[in-house]
C-alpha cells in the first residue's frame, strides 16, 4: 500500500461556535500506480481529504501513512521536503503565478531544490514540449486558453518528478472535450507509473474507463468504496 | 540571460564603479595639493576668515566675524531674511557662551 | 554551498521576474528611493569636502581677529588700540586692516572690499576675485566702478585672482588704502579690525583672555574657533541636513505604512500557491529578503554614484541656488573629493536595514499560513 489513512479526523474551528467537522473518520487505503478518483458533490470533505493526503494539511486525529512512514506527525521542514519528492498538485483553478512566463510557472516548484539551472530548465522545456506547449514557452500565463493553462499545471506538477499526482477537481474550469483530453493525458501518466489520486464529480471523470477506483464521499464520511 | 545573472553583473559593476570613485577620490586629492596650498597662501596674505560660499549677507559671508546681533539686522526681533542664514549655524563660540 | 548559492539565484530569478509584472510602481518606488539616498550621499559627501578643504586651508587663517564693539554691533576701531594693548607675550605682529562690504545695485553683487598692506597698488588699480570677472565679464586691463557718495570711482583690473581659489575669493576686491577711505569715508586712523599673529598655539587663549581684560570693549576671534565653526557648519541638527533628513523620514514613514496594513488579496494568494507547490516558509521570507535587498541596494548604489558625479563632477549644481540665496555673486569651485567611510557605512545601513525589515515583516504573518489555504 503507498498511503494508508486511518481514523482520520479533521474538524475546522474547533472548540468555537462555529465548529465544522469536515471528515469523520476515515480509513482507506490508496494503491500504488493506480488511478483513484474520489467522488463526491462539493462540501462533501473530498477536497480536505486531498490536502491531508498530500501533506498540505494536518488530520486532527488519525493517521497518515506513505508506505511505511507516518507524516501526520513531521514537523513542517519534514512535511514540506517529502510533499515535494512526492506529490504534484493539480488545482482546480490551475493556480498559476500570474505574469511569469510558461517556463518560470513549470520550473517554481523545483526553486527551493538549489538544482543545476541548465539541467531544471532542459527538462522543464522537454516536459513543456511534451505537453505541446513549445510554441508559448515564454508567454506569461494570462495569454493561454483554459487547456493551456491546465497542461501548464500539470507541467509544473510533474517537473520534481513525484511518485503521486494530486488533482482537484481538474476539469471544472474545462469543457467536456478539454476534459477528456485531459484524461487522456491522466491516462498516459498513470501507464508511466505514476499513482494519481483525483477529486471530482464530473462524469467525464468518473465514468472515464481509465479510472480504478471511485471513493464516493459524502459530508465526510466515505459511502461507497 | 538569467535575471540572477542580470542583477549580479548589475552588483559587480555598481560596486566596481563605486571602488572607482575611492581611486578617484584618491587621485584627485594628490592632484589637488597644489591648489590646496594655493588657496592657503590666498588666505595668509589676505587674513581671511571665512569661506565666499554665500555673499548675500555680511553674517553668512563671514560667518565666524558675526556677532550675535547681525543675523537680526537691525532690530532685535526683526526675521531672519536671507536663505543662507536658514543652512549654516551661528559660529560656535556664539553659541557656546 | 553550491546548493545554498544555487537556491539564492533561483530566489533572486523569481524576485526579479514578480518585481518586473509591476514595472511602473517597482520603477517608481526605485526612483524616489534613490532620489532620497542621493539627496542624503550629496549632503554627506558635498558638506564632508567642504569642512575638510575648510579646515585645510583655513589652518593659514590670522590667529586672532580683534574687533570692537559698539552697542553690539562691530564697529571701526581706531589706530590707537595697538599701542593701547601694549605688550602682549607671545604675539609676533599686530597689523590693522581695512576692509568691508560694497554693494554694487546695478549687477546686485556684494563685494568683499579689502586695502590689504602687502599689495603694491596705485589709487587708480584693483585686483578683483574671479567670480567679479566672471559676473561683469571684466577682463585684465578693464574697468572696475564703484559708485559711492554720488560719486563714481573707476579702477583699471591690475590682475584677476586665481580662479581655482574661488571658494575664499570670488567677491573679492583689492584696492590700495588711500582709495578705500576715498570710497568709505572711514577717517584716517580709523581701521576695520586688527589681526594678531601668535607664534606659540597654546598661548593664543591667555593672549585673548589679557586683551579683553585691557580693553574690554573689543572681542577677539581667535583662529581655533573659526576652524570649529566650519567644522560644525553643516550639523546634523540644523539647516539644510535636518530638512533633508526629515523629508528621506517622511518618504521612509510613507513606505512603511503603505506596506503595514499587510498584504493584497494577491500576494496571499500567490504566497499560497507557492508554498501548494513545496516552498517553505522560510523560502518565502528568503524570497521577500531579496527584494528587499534588490531594491534598497540598487538605490544605494544609484544614489551615492549620481551623488559623487553631483558634488565632484557638477560642482555639486542643485546646492547652488540654496547656497546662493539672494546673492549673485557664487563661487566656481570643485570641491577635492574627501570620503568619509563612516559616514557612507551609515549612510549604507540605513539604506538597506530599515527598508529590508519593512518588506519582510508584513510577510511573516502570511508564509506560516497554511498551504492548503489556496485549495478551499
Given at each position: 500500500m503507498?498511503?494508508?489513512l486511518?481514523?482520520i479526523?479533521?474538524?475546522f474551528?474547533?472548540?468555537?461556535h462555529?465548529?465544522?467537522?469536515?471528515?469523520?473518520?476515515i480509513?482507506?487505503?490508496?494503491?500504488a500506480?493506480?488511478?483513484?478518483?474520489?467522488k463526491g458533490?462539493?462540501?462533501?470533505g473530498?477536497?480536505?481529504l486531498l490536502?491531508?493526503?498530500?501533506?498540505?494539511?494536518r488530520?486532527?486525529?488519525?493517521?497518515?501513512?506513505?508506505?511505511?512512514?507516518?507524516l501526520?506527525?513531521?514537523?513542517?521542514?519534514?512535511?514540506?521536503?517529502?510533499?515535494?519528492?512526492?506529490?504534484?498538485f493539480?488545482?482546480?483553478?490551475?493556480n498559476l503565478?500570474?505574469?511569469?512566463?510558461?517556463?518560470?510557472?513549470?520550473?517554481l516548484p523545483?526553486?527551493?531544490?538549489?538544482?543545476?539551472?541548465?539541467?531544471?530548465?532542459s527538462?522543464?522545456?522537454?516536459l513543456?514540449s511534451?505537453f505541446?506547449?513549445?510554441r508559448v514557452?515564454?508567454n506569461?500565463?494570462?495569454?493561454?486558453?483554459?487547456?493551456?493553462?491546465?497542461r501548464?499545471?500539470?507541467?509544473?506538477?510533474?517537473?520534481n518528478?513525484?511518485?503521486?499526482?494530486?488533482a482537484?477537481?481538474?476539469?471544472?474550469?474545462?469543457d467536456s472535450?478539454?476534459s477528456?483530453?485531459?484524461?487522456?493525458?491522466?491516462?498516459?501518466?498513470?501507464?508511466s507509473g505514476?499513482?494519481?489520486?483525483?477529486?471530482?464529480?464530473?462524469?467525464?471523470?468518473?465514468?472515464s474507463?481509465?479510472?480504478d477506483?471511485?471513493v464516493?464521499?459524502?459530508?465526510?464520511?466515505?459511502?461507497?468504496? | 540571460?538569467?535575471n540572477?545573472?542580470?542583477?549580479?553583473?548589475?552588483?559587480?559593476a555598481?560596486?566596481?564603479?563605486?571602488?572607482?570613485?575611492?581611486?578617484?577620490?584618491v587621485?584627485?586629492?594628490?592632484?589637488?595639493?597644489?591648489?590646496l596650498?594655493?588657496r592657503?597662501?590666498l588666505?595668509?596674505?589676505?587674513?581671511?576668515?571665512?569661506l565666499a560660499?554665500?555673499t548675500?549677507?555680511?553674517y553668512?559671508?563671514?560667518?565666524?566675524?558675526?556677532d550675535?546681533?547681525s543675523?537680526?539686522?537691525?532690530?532685535p526681533?526683526?526675521?531672519?531674511?536671507f536663505?543662507?542664514?536658514?543652512?549654516?549655524?551661528?559660529?560656535?563660540?556664539?553659541?557656546?557662551? | 554551498m553550491?546548493?545554498?548559492?544555487r537556491?539564492?539565484a533561483y530566489?533572486?530569478d523569481?524576485?526579479?521576474s514578480?518585481?518586473?509584472?509591476?514595472k511602473?510602481k517597482?520603477?517608481?518606488l526605485?526612483f524616489?528611493?534613490?532620489?532620497?539616498?542621493?539627496?542624503?550621499?550629496?549632503?554627506?559627501?558635498?558638506?564632508h569636502?567642504?569642512k575638510?578643504?575648510?579646515?585645510?586651508?583655513?589652518?593659514?587663517?590670522?590667529?586672532i581677529i580683534?574687533?570692537?564693539?559698539?552697542a553690539g554691533?562691530?564697529?571701526?576701531?581706531?589706530a590707537?588700540?595697538?599701542?593701547?594693548m601694549?605688550?602682549?607675550?607671545?604675539?609676533?605682529?599686530k597689523?590693522?586692516?581695512?576692509?568691508?562690504?560694497?554693494?554694487?545695485?546695478?549687477v546686485?553683487a556684494?563685494?568683499?572690499?579689502?586695502?590689504?598692506?602687502?599689495l603694491?597698488?596705485?589709487?587708480?588699480?584693483?585686483?578683483?576675485?574671479?567670480?567679479?570677472a566672471?559676473?561683469?565679464?571684466?577682463?585684465?586691463g578693464?574697468y572696475?566702478?564703484?559708485?559711492a557718495?554720488?560719486?563714481t570711482?573707476?579702477?583699471?583690473v591690475?590682475?584677476?585672482?586665481d580662479?581655482?581659489s574661488e571658494?575664499v575669493?570670488?567677491?573679492?576686491?583689492l584696492i590700495?588704502?588711500?582709495?578705500?577711505?576715498?570710497i568709505?569715508?572711514?577717517?584716517?586712523?580709523?581701521f576695520?579690525d586688527?589681526?594678531?599673529s601668535v607664534?606659540?598655539?597654546?598661548?593664543?587663549?591667555?593672549?585673548a583672555?589679557?586683551?579683553?581684560q585691557?580693553?574690554?570693549?573689543?572681542?577677539?576671534v581667535?583662529?581655533?574657533?573659526?576652524?570649529?565653526?566650519?567644522?560644525?557648519?553643516?550639523?546634523?541638527?540644523q539647516?539644510?541636513v535636518?530638512?533633508?533628513?526629515?523629508g528621506?523620514?517622511?518618504a521612509?514613514?510613507i513606505?512603511?505604512?503603505?506596506?503595514?496594513?499587510?498584504?493584497?488579496?494577491?500576494?496571499?494568494r500567490?504566497?499560497?500557491?507557492?508554498?501548494?507547490?513545496?516552498?517553505?516558509?522560510?523560502d518565502?521570507?528568503?524570497?521577500k529578503?531579496w527584494?528587499?535587498?534588490i531594491?534598497?541596494?540598487s538605490a544605494?548604489?544609484?544614489g551615492?554614484?549620481a551623488?559623487?558625479?553631483?558634488?565632484?563632477y557638477s560642482?555639486?549644481?542643485?546646492?547652488?541656488?540654496?547656497l546662493?540665496?539672494?546673492?549673485?555673486?557664487?563661487?566656481?569651485f570643485?570641491?577635492?573629493?574627501?570620503?568619509?567611510g563612516?559616514?557612507?557605512?551609515?549612510l549604507?545601513?540605513f539604506t538597506?536595514?530599515?527598508?529590508v525589515?519593512?518588506t519582510?515583516?508584513p510577510?511573516?504573518?502570511?508564509?506560516?499560513?497554511?498551504?492548503?489555504?489556496?485549495?478551499?
Amino acid at each position: 500500500m503507498l498511503i494508508t489513512l486511518t481514523n482520520i479526523n479533521k474538524l475546522f474551528n474547533q472548540g468555537k461556535h462555529d465548529e465544522f467537522h469536515a471528515i469523520r473518520d476515515i480509513s482507506l487505503q490508496i494503491e500504488a500506480g493506480k488511478v483513484t478518483c474520489l467522488k463526491g458533490s462539493s462540501g462533501s470533505g473530498k477536497t480536505t481529504l486531498l490536502s491531508m493526503i498530500g501533506c498540505l494539511s494536518r488530520p486532527t486525529s488519525g493517521r497518515v501513512t506513505l508506505e511505511d512512514e507516518i507524516l501526520s506527525g513531521l514537523p513542517e521542514r519534514f512535511l514540506t521536503d517529502i510533499r515535494r519528492h512526492t506529490f504534484g498538485f493539480i488545482f482546480q483553478k490551475f493556480n498559476l503565478i500570474q505574469g511569469l512566463s510558461v517556463l518560470e510557472n513549470v520550473m517554481l516548484p523545483a526553486y527551493p531544490l538549489g538544482l543545476n539551472h541548465k539541467e531544471l530548465k532542459s527538462s522543464a522545456q522537454k516536459l513543456i514540449s511534451h505537453f505541446g506547449l513549445d510554441r508559448v514557452l515564454h508567454n506569461p500565463v494570462e495569454w493561454l486558453s483554459g487547456g493551456e493553462s491546465q497542461r501548464v499545471a500539470i507541467c509544473r506538477a510533474l517537473i520534481n518528478d513525484p511518485r503521486i499526482l494530486i488533482a482537484d477537481e481538474p476539469t471544472a474550469n474545462l469543457d467536456s472535450w478539454l476534459s477528456q483530453e485531459f484524461m487522456g493525458l491522466i491516462d498516459e501518466l498513470r501507464q508511466s507509473g505514476k499513482t494519481i489520486l483525483i477529486t471530482s464529480h464530473d462524469p467525464v471523470v468518473f465514468d472515464s474507463p481509465i479510472v480504478d477506483r471511485i471513493v464516493e464521499m459524502q459530508d465526510g464520511q466515505v459511502v461507497q468504496n | 540571460m538569467r535575471n540572477s545573472s542580470l542583477f549580479l553583473l548589475f552588483l559587480v559593476a555598481g560596486l566596481l564603479f563605486i571602488l572607482m570613485t575611492v581611486m578617484d577620490a584618491v587621485s584627485q586629492q594628490d592632484m589637488a595639493r597644489e591648489s590646496l596650498k594655493r588657496r592657503a597662501t590666498l588666505v595668509s596674505e589676505l587674513g581671511l576668515s571665512d569661506l565666499a560660499l554665500s555673499t548675500e549677507a555680511r553674517y553668512t559671508r563671514h560667518l565666524s566675524l558675526a556677532d550675535r546681533h547681525s543675523a537680526f539686522q537691525d532690530h532685535p526681533t526683526s526675521f531672519d531674511h536671507f536663505p543662507s542664514g536658514s543652512i549654516f549655524l551661528p559660529p560656535l563660540h556664539l553659541a557656546n557662551d | 554551498m553550491i546548493e545554498f548559492i544555487r537556491k539564492q539565484a533561483y530566489l533572486v530569478d523569481f524576485t526579479l521576474s514578480s518585481l518586473l509584472r509591476r514595472k511602473g510602481k517597482n520603477f517608481g518606488l526605485l526612483f524616489v528611493y534613490t532620489l532620497i539616498v542621493f539627496m542624503l550621499a550629496s549632503v554627506m559627501l558635498f558638506t564632508h569636502s567642504l569642512k575638510k578643504e575648510a579646515g585645510i586651508i583655513l589652518q593659514q587663517s590670522p590667529e586672532i581677529i580683534v574687533q570692537r564693539l559698539v552697542a553690539g554691533r562691530h564697529a571701526l576701531i581706531p589706530a590707537d588700540y595697538i599701542e593701547k594693548m601694549g605688550r602682549l607675550r607671545g604675539v609676533t605682529s599686530k597689523k590693522a586692516r581695512l576692509w568691508g562690504y560694497f554693494y554694487n545695485p546695478v549687477v546686485k553683487a556684494n563685494y568683499t572690499v579689502m586695502a590689504p598692506d602687502h599689495l603694491v597698488l596705485t589709487t587708480t588699480e584693483v585686483i578683483i576675485g574671479a567670480g567679479i570677472a566672471r559676473t561683469i565679464g571684466l577682463d585684465i586691463g578693464d574697468y572696475f566702478t564703484l559708485r559711492a557718495n554720488n560719486d563714481t570711482f573707476s579702477f583699471q583690473v591690475k590682475d584677476i585672482l586665481d580662479k581655482h581659489s574661488e571658494l575664499v575669493s570670488t567677491d573679492l576686491v583689492l584696492i590700495s588704502q588711500k582709495a578705500f577711505r576715498v570710497i568709505t569715508g572711514i577717517p584716517e586712523g580709523q581701521f576695520t579690525d586688527i589681526v594678531l599673529s601668535v607664534r606659540n598655539p597654546r598661548e593664543v587663549r591667555k593672549v585673548a583672555e589679557k586683551l579683553v581684560q585691557k580693553l574690554p570693549d573689543v572681542r577677539p576671534v581667535l583662529r581655533e574657533e573659526i576652524l570649529r565653526t566650519y567644522d560644525s557648519i553643516f550639523s546634523w541638527r540644523q539647516g539644510i541636513v535636518f530638512v533633508l533628513l526629515v523629508g528621506a523620514l517622511m518618504a521612509f514613514v510613507i513606505f512603511a505604512w503603505d506596506k503595514a496594513p499587510g498584504l493584497s488579496a494577491e500576494e496571499k494568494r500567490e504566497i499560497g500557491i507557492l508554498k501548494a507547490i513545496g516552498w517553505e516558509s522560510g523560502d518565502i521570507l528568503r524570497m521577500k529578503f531579496w527584494e528587499g535587498i534588490i531594491i534598497s541596494l540598487s538605490a544605494f548604489m544609484l544614489g551615492y554614484l549620481a551623488a559623487y558625479l553631483h558634488v565632484f563632477y557638477s560642482s555639486a549644481v542643485l546646492f547652488e541656488p540654496v547656497l546662493k540665496g539672494w546673492a549673485t555673486l557664487y563661487p566656481q569651485f570643485r570641491l577635492v573629493p574627501f570620503i568619509d567611510g563612516l559616514q557612507i557605512a551609515t549612510l549604507f545601513f540605513f539604506t538597506i536595514f530599515p527598508y529590508v525589515v519593512a518588506t519582510i515583516i508584513p510577510i511573516w504573518k502570511a508564509s506560516v499560513t497554511d498551504p492548503d489555504a489556496i485549495m478551499r
